[in-house]
């Protein structure tokens, strides 16, 4: 079942963490008459160039009795599509995000 987030999940499995400027940087992803159709809209910078980065999950997982885990030090908090750098890895016990712990810098 699938509940509201306030950051959309995208195909690639990390929640929406950019705003796509209009012009993929892999322009033979997608031809140019789609382009204007991105624009403004959620993105994974992480993925990106890949199709998957610019591509909302339309059925993202409940995500209510999941956990996450910092990928430096290790710290398990509830999963969030507003984590940093929030990956959904479903194949795994945890998710993933990124926590602070070692700066933003």
């Not at 959309?8 to 997608?30: D, E, I, L, Q, W």
């Not at 209510?64 to 908090?77: I, T």
């Amino acid at each position: 079942m699938a509940t509201p987030h306030s950051r959309p999940m995208m195909r690639c499995g990390h929640a929406a963490n950019a705003v796509h400027s209009g012009s993929p940087k892999n322009k033979t992803a997608y031809p140019p008459e789609q382009w204007h159709r991105m624009a403004g809209g959620p993105c994974c910078a992480i993925c990106a160039p890949s199709p998957s980065a610019y591509e909302i999950d339309p059925n993202p997982l409940d995500l209510r009795n999941r956990r996450s885990a910092c990928a430096s030090c290790k710290k398990e908090v509830p999963s969030d599509t507003t984590l940093a750098f929030f990956e959904h890895l479903p194949s795994k016990p945890l998710d993933s995000h990124y926590c602070g712990c070692h700066g933003w810098d």
